[in-house]
Nanobody, 123 residues
Framework: QAQLVESGGGLVQAGGSLRLSCVAS????????MAWFRQAPGKEREFVSG????????RYVDSVKDRFTISRDNAKNTVYLQMNSLNTEDTAVYYC????????????????WGQGTQVTVSS
């Protein structure tokens, strides 16, 4: 069973940057795709970005393309989300998720989730 712990959230002004980290334990990290989802108040959880086992393949929701970058360090069992040019619509709780071998944007493809970290962007 996997445990995922996110960190790096906080309050930032519009135009600023944050870097989220997620440390995984309990399973062989390098064998599973990883992803970031987010959920804003009153909205459904949405896929933000995902990364393949090797790190060579990545996916992003259109609203964050060219602003967010996902990466992973298999030696450190950690996945990162670098978020630049943040705007108020990025305000949400961000969740790290560990899936199966194939990279997917579907929440149902992810078996383990972190507790979430709050990102608040002020105008």
């Amino acid at each position: 069973q996997a445990q995922l712990v996110e960190s790096g959230g906080g309050l930032v002004q519009a135009g600023g940057s944050l870097r989220l980290s997620c440390v995984a334990s309990g399973r062989t990290f390098s064998s599973y795709a990883m992803a970031w989802f987010r959920q804003a108040p009153g909205k459904e959880r949405e896929f933000v970005s995902g990364i393949s086992v090797s790190g060579r393949d990545t996916r992003y929701v259109d609203s964050v393309k060219d602003r967010f970058t996902i990466s992973r360090d298999n030696a450190k069992n950690t996945v990162y989300l670098q978020m630049n040019s943040l705007n108020t619509e990025d305000t949400a709780v961000y969740y790290c998720a560990q899936g199966r071998y194939q990279l997917s944007a579907m929440a149902t493809s992810y078996d383990y989730w972190g507790q979430g970290t709050q990102v608040t962007v002020s105008s």
